[in-house]
Antibody, heavy 126, light 107 residues
Framework: QLQLQESGPGLVKPSETLSLTCTVS??????????WGWIRQPPGKGLEWIGN???????YYNPSLKSRLTISVHTSKIQFSLRLSSVTAADTAVYFC??????????????????WGQGTLVTVSS | SYELTQPPSVSVSPGQTARITCSGD??????AYWYQQKPGQAPVVVIY???GRPSGIPERFSGSSSGTTVTLTISGVQAEDEADYYC??????????FGTGTKVTVL
């Protein structure tokens, strides 16, 4: 059974960089047809897609976060990471890592998140 | 980027049918997916590619699509279905969007 686990600091100061790692177990990060992604959820609010990465390193970012965002993959460690710079209180959220299955067909791209980590709360505060 | 709009809340009595809509201009060209999220838990997909139901998801969950609106239907609602529900879609460039979310309350 595939499992994902987020790790990283729970408290980050304003203007600093938020860094999280997702460790994958029970499966290979180097699989075809899967993206590895980050989603966040501010307290009491809805889900926001942050970005995805393919095991070869190709990235897909939320346009609203792109200027501050770096997602990287470490296939040998079966991990992928998130770095979000110049954080403010608005970046306070539960951050989830997840696997996204994808396929292309005549109908276009089909893709959804099928496995999720439990989520980790990151608070931005001085 | 585009938006997916859902009603903030839906209330339903046990055994009745709950319908949750998700509207977006891009939906006629893109598949939609539905997630259930209970408090303190990660979301779980309940419908994929508009109408597909993953293994392990009860048959009372179904999806449909018409034009710019997709609908999640929960037939014979049970107390355990009380949760937040989110639709999601993605464009051909690999950009994802989640809907605004709907809280389903079982009366």
């Amino acid at each position: 059974q595939l499992q994902l686990q987020e790790s990283g600091p729970g408290l980050v100061k304003p203007s600093e960089t938020l860094s999280l790692t997702c460790t994958v177990s029970g499966g290979s990060i180097s699989s075809n047809n899967y993206y590895w992604g980050w989603i966040r959820q501010p307290p009491g609010k809805g889900l926001e897609w942050i970005g995805n990465i393919y095991y070869t390193g190709g990235t897909y970012y939320n346009p609203s976060l792109k200027s501050r965002l770096t997602i990287s993959v470490h296939t040998s460690k079966i991990q992928f990471s998130l770095r979000l710079s110049s954080v403010t209180a608005a970046d306070t959220a539960v951050y989830f890592c997840a696997r996204s299955y994808f396929e292309y067909s005549n109908s276009g791209l089909s893709t959804w998140f099928d496995y999720w980590g439990q989520g980790t709360l990151v608070t931005v505060s001085s | 980027s585009y938006e997916l709009t859902q009603p903030p809340s839906v209330s339903v009595s046990p055994g009745q049918t709950a319908r949750i809509t998700c509207s977006g201009d891009a939906l006629p060209k893109q598949y939609a997916y539905w997630y259930q999220q209970k408090p303190g838990q990660a979301p779980v997909v309940v419908i994929y590619k508009d109408t597909g139901r993953p293994s392990g998801i009860p048959e009372r969950f179904s999806g449909s699509s018409s034009g710019t609106t997709v609908t999640l239907t929960i037939s014979g609602v049970q107390a355990e279905d009380e949760a937040d529900y989110y639709c999601q879609s993605a464009d051909s460039s690999g950009t994802y969007v989640f809907g605004t979310g709907t809280k389903v309350t079982v009366l």
